[in-house]
């Protein structure tokens, strides 16, 4: 890892007037979501600011991506709360202080994977896994969203019981936050959909009809805030932000609270894991535009840094954001200095902007989340998924329902499981073939896709995956059945050109099959071992005791054990 | 399956000779067992005898090996204390109903992994995870019978808690019991390591040799039963096995506490696994001997019932027995009804022997325990693993440390966990090569191993490996650097000969990949790729989307790519 980074050797005025350029785009988005995403989190709402200050300037030093913009992010939130919500009131000091512990245990489990070399684990995440809890994580974020767009009391984690609490709160559904919030969700889906297209019609340059279309949850909250002041809608009973401490957030350790600790470890691993796996993926298709490179063990470090610094200042835990990412990206940050300058927006926002957000509804603050978090949701993906694979598909369904039905955690836990699980089962059953030889060649073939020559005393079975303890059993059983169907074959070779690795327990098993052929009168033989294979293999006794010999290939083997065959084979033409 | 056994037909008065003869031996080596083992789970001494009766006859319907001896074993005894003593006091009737539940949950999971058939699990216990547990269980149960061996109370589960038990005791060690278990301990030693072969000196013929060495302990029984009552040593307080109850167990369904259940089903889940493993690679071993198969999903079946059985007839839980199957196969059984006779003569023994047994002192079970267990423990094979593999060594010591420190089933879970972890970073981590042309020839191989022609603007890369979860996002990483490396490429051929396997994960890393190199101006192509796969692929869009070619061999690529560097290639000797 370089510490000194190779970004700064030639900043110049131009890179710093486009680092700044891109700096201001996404502090204007970053200040409504930082709010959001701290209501979201059932946090202050300045908490969602303060995660967006000393956490950028910490990724920017340890980062190794150069456009990955950090903060406040909708999952990550949602699983916060999930965390939280059963353990305190949201919004008490006791809930903040959680929620800064979470960023300090995610801190340190971030580090200690970068330490460890453990990036790895992330990959335990598979594509269907992270994409039916994304999806499941936009409709539950949204649905509970609509409470606020409602102006009713509802609380809840999992679907079912937030659907029951929205529905018995409807008959209370307070009109005037209504139409705030339908106005602004109708306003904000508009922006997304059409503004950049109807500017560009207009003549705009697409660039910057795009970052205009970026400010739209801006000028929403513009609009409403100054909308509320002028018919005091406040006092009509439209719940508002409320007043926000003027000013930079002060340092102070989480409380170490060794119990809470334990109760919040899961949650902090998850949120580490998937925080890691998204950010990762945004910074690496962002640097692979411009022929760059992230390293993951850099970004666990970088990750890291900001998740400490949002758990001392105040914060709540934070990750890399894709919005946010692109549009930075696009803006044309080239340097985390784009970074390092939005923190500086964002702590100019916290001093002079908190004032004139008091105002501010919470049902455009919610109409902003729905209208970002419902881009997530994309059951498509689903069937896309079974299509192409049952396996993966069930496992994007169960943590879909799982997320759902049954928390972020527990949704999670089942899709992983039942990945690893069906992943185990498919390594268990490698694919297997008894093959013989291609008339008038020295090349064998699968005996039931070719017509070929096959030895009536020699079995030449061929495995096509690697042998290590899943499916060492599997090999035992299928080689007993093959010898007990074929009572005239005296020796067996397996042909190893697909095996990469055999393992202790595959050894064992190799040992056993060895041992039984030979109380069955046959003798094991082996073909075409690779090299590192070979290698390991000659540091046990299995070749001293099998009694049988590595030829090194298929033709060679079979020439030495029935000769006959082979000539008869070569013979033949194809 | 088949319902109606093969073995029944054509079974005449000779094959019923050889049955009679094997179950006749099996049942004196197996009176004295049950009782031990009985005794090393915490149960009266009639529960092994019991759980020695219906089993045997309830495997011998439904199991699929012809030679294999079920009953009580060590290790599955030495795991039913571990899981019963937390929670109830030995010998009492809460303990012996725990027993018999443990049975039950244990017949329900077995017949539940034949339903689903989950068999695979058990390829979760790696050899060397099997091979630490074995050989630290031995220990354990050896170093936990020594309290028998000198007369003092010492309990404990892990080893030192155990060796401090004994250390404690050591002043207080009853003389009298000290002499008989040490005798016995001598005497079993010398009948396993030296009887045969005395007798064979002798010139008895060296089956029979064997068969009379098995019976040892029963000998050793006989004159510790007449010497214990010659002696009057009960009254100079040696402790004896006591009244058990004569006659056969009475039918009664264990108690059915949810609680319970809940609490004793991890323990149940490692016996099912445990003994299922154990079990299977006995009945391999042997039928592979006489060219029999066994089926394993039968076996899930055979050994639930059997468990079943142990539930209702007031036994403990039961598995097949290695060295009593071996004796049960050398001594000429031919059929399971070898076993059903067995059963047979286990219940004349509870009706006819129980009297008799009343004088046998517990210090003679413990040492036909510890001789038995002693065989188990192979450290050595720890040092042949750890030089084999270092990954395969550290499961194999972590599991040995963990089921000795922190008892069996932490120790397992830890070891099986290192399993998996190694595995999956092993498998995360596939082998890549970078490929150019042979001189003179059609092949592609390793540039670092071979001197090769690459292409400028061609890159070749061959992946070693199925691509699925745990190594997608090594491949873009590995992809990511390798372009980054050479700015001069416009293609990428990804060379598939040892991919058996595209699963989503992969597939969406597939269509990133094609998307960032894109986006850095570079195609990518496939070559090489297998049958199922490319069916696989067509059942998405990637093929139409990724904008590349699909090359049936990796010179065909390089030939449409770039035909001057294969010409160059061609035209150069190798």
Redesign the interface.
């Known amino acids: 890892m370089r510490w000194r980074p190779d970004w700064l050797r030639g900043y110049d005025r131009r890179v710093a007037g486009q680092d700044g350029l891109a700096a201001l785009i996404v502090t204007l988005m970053l200040i409504p979501q930082g709010l959001a995403y701290a209501m979201l989190a059932g946090l202050p709402p300045q908490t969602g600011l303060y995660a967006s200050i000393l956490p950028l300037l910490a990724y920017a030093a340890f980062g190794s991506s150069r456009t990955l913009a950090v903060g406040p992010v909708a999952v990550v939130s949602l699983m916060t709360a999930a965390a939280l919500a059963p353990l305190y009131a949201p919004g008490s000091a006791e809930y903040l202080g959680a929620a800064m512990l979470l960023a300090l245990l995610s801190a340190l489990l971030l580090f200690g994977m970068a330490l460890l070399r453990l990036g790895?684990l992330?990959?335990?995440?598979?594509?269907?896994v992270i994409s039916g809890f994304i999806s499941a994580s936009g409709l539950l974020i949204a649905v509970g969203q609509l409470k606020h767009i409602l102006g009713v009391p509802a609380t809840g984690q999992a679907l079912p019981e937030l659907l029951a609490a929205l529905f018995e709160g409807l008959p209370a559904t307070h009109l005037p936050t209504l139409l705030i919030g339908a106005g602004s969700l109708l306003f904000l889906w508009w922006v997304r959909a059409h503004l950049k297209s109807s500017l560009t019609g207009l003549g705009v340059a697409p660039a910057l009809a795009g970052n205009l279309a970026k400010a739209g949850p801006a000028l929403a909250i513009l609009v409403a805030v100054l909308l509320v002041g002028a018919l005091q809608l406040e006092q009509a009973g439209v719940a508002v932000v409320g007043t926000i401490p003027q000013g930079l957030p002060t340092l102070a350790l989480p409380p170490l609270d060794f119990t809470l600790m334990q109760q919040l470890l899961p949650a902090a691993a998850l949120i580490s894991l998937i925080g890691f796996v998204e950010s990762?993926?945004v910074a690496?298709?962002l640097?692979?535009?411009?022929?760059?490179?992230i390293a993951?063990d850099r970004e666990l470090l970088g990750l890291g840094a900001a998740n400490l610094a949002a758990a001392v200042s105040a914060g709540m835990p934070v990750t890399g954001g894709f919005a946010r990412s692109v549009v930075n990206f696009e803006a044309g940050a080239q340097t985390p200095m784009a970074g390092a300058l939005t923190a500086v927006g964002i702590a100019l926002g916290a001093l002079l902007l908190t004032p004139w957000l008091h105002d501010l509804p919470q049902a455009v603050l919610a109409a902003a989340i729905i209208v970002a978090v419902l881009g997530l949701v994309d059951l498509g993906a689903l069937r896309?998924?079974w299509?192409?694979?049952r396996?993966?598909?069930a496992a994007?369904a169960v943590t879909l329902a799982g997320v759902l039905l049954l928390g972020v955690e527990v949704g999670i836990l089942l899709g992983v499981g039942l990945?690893?699980l069906l992943?185990?089962?498919?390594t268990?059953?490698?694919?297997m073939a008894v093959v013989g030889q291609l008339p008038g060649s020295e090349h064998f073939r699968n005996i039931l896709r070719f017509s070929v020559v096959q030895s009536a005393s020699v079995l030449s079975l061929r495995v096509?995956?690697?042998l290590?303890?899943?499916?060492?059993?599997?090999l035992?059983?299928r080689v007993?059945?093959l010898?007990?169907a074929r009572?005239e074959v005296r020796h067996l070779v397996l042909m190893c050109s697909?095996v990469?690795?055999i393992?202790?327990?595959a050894?064992?098993?190799l040992e056993?099959i060895a041992?039984?052929?030979h109380?069955?009168g046959v003798q094991l033989h082996l073909s075409e071992v690779k090299g590192p294979v070979m290698d390991?293999l000659k540091?046990?006794d299995f070749l001293q005791r099998f009694g049988g010999e590595v030829f090194t290939s298929q033709y060679e083997a079979l020439c030495a054990l029935d000769p006959d065959s082979t000539r008869r084979a070569l013979q033949q033409t194809a």
């Open positions: 790895f992330a990959n335990f995440l598979s594509h269907p990762v993926s690496q298709t640097a692979a535009k411009r022929r760059q490179r993951p896309q998924t299509r192409y694979s396996q993966d598909g994007q990945s690893l992943f185990l089962w498919r268990s059953r490698p694919h096509d995956e690697s290590y303890f899943p499916n060492a059993r599997f035992e059983e007993g059945e010898i007990v009572p697909g990469n690795l393992d202790a327990s050894l064992e098993s056993a041992e039984r052929l109380s069955a390991q540091r046990s």
